[in-house]
């Protein structure tokens, strides 16, 4: 599946990910500023937090308890379309997925 990253400037890149990839992982293999992921992925640092594409918002899975609690600490303002990228499994019907990538992190 090919997904895209929308820069803070307004810029965006459309990159390829492997079947089973977070969107995390996909953002820090490509080096992207956006994301921090200081925790590595285990839902416990907030600092990949993305904002959803509006089309794209009710098709992933709907996130779990822990993700929300840490979605009220994220640097940048939480909004309903923000999720954490590592906890966004990136599967076939993913295909197109647009993720805006917030201000700041920390
Ligand atoms: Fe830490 Fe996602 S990488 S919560």
Redesign the pocket.
């Known amino acids: 599946p090919t997904i895209s990253f929308v820069h803070p400037d307004g810029k965006s890149d459309r990159v390829e990910t492997s079947d089973g990839e977070s969107a995390?992982q996909v953002a820090t293999r490509h080096g992207f500023d956006g994301?921090?992921?200081?925790?590595?992925?285990?839902?416990?640092?907030?600092?990949?937090h993305v904002y959803v594409d509006e089309n794209w918002i009710a098709r992933l899975p709907a996130m779990a308890e822990d993700?929300d609690a840490?979605l009220d600490g994220t640097a940048a303002a939480r909004l309903p379309n923000s999720r954490?990228?590592?906890?966004i499994r990136i599967t076939p019907d993913l295909d197109g997925l647009v993720l805006k990538l917030p201000e700041r992190q920390v």
């Open positions: 995390m994301i921090l992921a200081e925790c590595g992925g285990n839902a416990m640092c907030a600092t990949c993700e840490l954490l990228s590592c906890q």
